[in-house]
DNA sequence: GAACATTGTATCAATATGATACAATGAAGT
DNA sequence: ACTTCATTGTATCATATTGATACAATGTTC
């Protein structure tokens, strides 16, 4: 036996040939930048989309809330399922013994890992103010790193990430969802920075307040943002119910 | 042994208690209707969506186009990938006696069913004059169906069927795809009424053209259509090098 | 109290959309 | 041969939306 806290990932593997995971983008805005979390088993072994394989009894949705959890420490993430990664080969891991080294643990030689991995898309979306720092086994090795900044990750996780964005920027076009990535309350110039960072590319302000606000989706609270050094904001909320009759009244939502 | 024609479809099940497949709901537009293609094993049993399981070497996108070729005999069909539904009990197929005995089959009672089969839902557009009968094992079970008029089918296909149309609606604001449901060469009323038969509403004749032209991607023919007791209408086809070249200047397409 | 940055909002030209109109045209009917 | 008819291509115009610019308002900082 072994002390090894990773030995937990490897105890409980089934002698199948075929799974089924998910794996989650989730995106963040911080510093005015566009960053997604990738994280990995140990410092020195390849860096990964946070993922794993769907439990028995879950829905696809609730395992990536549950591995979001497990990994992150992060709930109630807005999540929306992209696309399905089915190539044969995408994912041929094996545990090599450098590897077993690195992470201390024993590894039973007759398991083997699944010749195919089905895996899930996802992309999410969170306020980089409100993850909660409490996450399960990796959570040293997570990291936030810019989009644009992305290194290469393991199996087909770099395309995996591209096409999340991709699904990310379409969706802005329809649903109203950068909201997501700031607190309950927050102002239409916060907003705007949230669209031009997806978008990676300048809106005019007047013109994108006044899209925002004809959606009729926002409610407008009494308070302004404090402490700015000029003009105080108008803090807004998103407002479900309005979100419901405008989808139920057949909106479209569009930049 | 038996001479059931059925018999295939069950000498070659893996004793597997995962297994990932595919669903097809395959569109198209004749005698004024919007309609998909159901099927079943045979008559008496319950219809389904066309579909079936992904191969050991097999992409699902490559495990879509085989298993509508083989249910149906249609090839170069045009696919979409939309969501992939992964409720645990989703699908609880039971071979029971009644069952065997219609099909005339041999069924081995060692072998057992995957207790969970995730699908990944797939719309596909085609032109009902276009389709060829050459079709597989169960091309005389196999029905269009108006999709209003859809009966209950087996497991949970009336939802997938359901967000099936919904991707569609979609995706026709955003993408250029309704001539996938007419031939080649088409006129523009032609293709203002996919767009009236898939929305399940009217459109301005004019307003439409104009919109469609606008984006400058179908060429127009020198021919016009011909035995109409009327003005000849334009022909135009669906220029692809049009296409791309506007999707890289990032165009975006709305109604 | 002046300087400064940023905000809410107004305005106007350019563009897009919705609604309507009308001449053109080919087959069918007389 | 002529009329009728349905439908087409295209024009037009009122309205709505969008893009660009301007300006007064308002907190903090100096």
Redesign the interface.
């Known amino acids: 036996m072994t002390d090894s806290k990773y030995q937990i990932l490897f105890n409980n593997l089934e002698d199948?040939?075929?799974?089924?995971g998910v794996n989650c983008v989730l995106f963040t805005v911080t510093e005015n930048k566009l960053k997604i979390l990738i994280t990995s088993l140990h410092p020195k072994l390849e860096k990964l989309l946070p993922g794993g394989v769907?439990l028995?009894?879950?829905?696809?949705?609730a395992a990536a809330h549950r591995i979001l959890k497990e990994i992150t420490g992060v709930e109630d993430v807005f999540l929306q399922?992209f696309?399905?990664f089915?190539?044969?080969k995408r994912f041929n891991y094996q545990l090599d013994p450098e590897t077993i080294k690195i992470l201390n643990i024993n590894f039973p030689y007759h398991v083997k890992f699944p010749e195919?991995v089905?895996s899930?898309g996802y992309f999410a979306l969170i306020n980089f103010d409100q993850i909660l720092r409490t996450g399960g086994v990796m959570r040293e090795n997570n990291l936030w790193i810019e989009f644009k900044q992305l290194p290469k990750l393991a199996y087909d996780n770099n395309l995996i990430a591209t096409e999340a964005l991709e699904a990310l920027r379409?969706e802005l076009?329809?649903k109203p969802i950068g909201y997501n990535l700031l607190p309950e309350k927050f102002t239409m110039p916060e907003l705007q920075r949230i669209y031009e960072i997806i978008l990676d590319k300048p809106l005019t302000r007047s013109n994108f307040q006044r899209k925002m606000l004809s959606w009729g989706i926002y409610e407008r609270l009494e308070e302004r943002k404090e402490g700015v050094s000029h003009k105080r904001p108008f803090l807004y909320r998103f407002n479900k119910e309005k979100y419901d009759r405008a989808v139920k009244n057949g909106i479209?939502f569009?930049i």
């Open positions: 199948a040939s075929l799974a089924v769907i028995n009894n879950e829905t696809a949705e399922q696309k399905t089915s190539e044969p195919r089905f899930i379409k076009f329809i479209s569009w």
